[in-house]
């Protein structure tokens, strides 16, 4: 499969994407990282994205060309007006589409249409648990740098666990152009 920036889309999510939401949702092997407990059931599925995604001010669908989530990618900031210029960026793709570079394609693309979409951001964080190395290598591909570690700074699957702490400012993007080198998004830079 090979995939070039213009055949990935990113959407907010619908109920009736339950079915491919449960496609990586389900699996233990691409949630084994994640704070969040795996679902399993498309009823489990359904509260889910009515309760806490499609809610979410920015969560979106990783979609290739049929425009069905693979993945997604999410922005958390803190509510009301503090500290609007720092968010956190999640992201999960299902098992299946690892390997091919569709996660970093999808995370350089949200990445800058988070810049994009929210004048005041200036800094996203990625925190990613140190045996997630995957997680690191596409944080680090898509530009990001490794500011340190978070020690036991999350709760997941049954234990603490460290964190590295990534971060890309906007000034990389527009100093260094880290989006641009072969991916195709010119129509994307801020």
């Known amino acids: 499969m090979n995939v070039t920036a213009s055949d990935i889309s990113l959407r907010p999510f619908t109920l009736s994407d339950v079915e491919d939401y449960l496609m990586f949702c389900k699996d233990d092997e691409v949630n084994q990282y994640c704070a969040y407990k795996t679902i399993h059931t498309i009823q489990d599925g359904l509260e889910e994205l009515e309760e806490c995604v499609i809610p979410h001010p920015w969560h979106r669908a990783i979609c290739l060309r049929d425009n069905r ?6 922005l958390e900031q803190e509510e009301g007006f503090k500290n609007k210029c720092r968010g956190i960026i999640a992201y999960t793709l299902a098992k299946k ?11 350089k693309l949200a990445v800058s249409t988070m810049f994009r979409e929210f004048q005041d951001l200036e800094r996203i964080e990625a925190h990613i648990v140190v045996e997630n190395v995957r997680c690191q290598r596409l944080a680090e591909k898509v530009g990001f740098l490794k500011e340190g570690v978070l020690r036991k700074n999350m709760f997941a699957k049954d234990r603490i666990r460290d964190m590295f702490l990534y971060s890309i400012l906007r000034t990389d993007l527009e100093e260094y152009n880290v989006l641009s080198a072969t991916d195709s998004f010119e129509n994307f830079r801020i």
């Not at 589409?97 to 394609?105: D, E, N, R, V």
């Open 97 to 107: 589409y690892w390997g091919k570079g569709i996660g970093t394609l999808a995370v």
């Open 69 to 74: 989530p693979i993945g997604e990618v999410i």
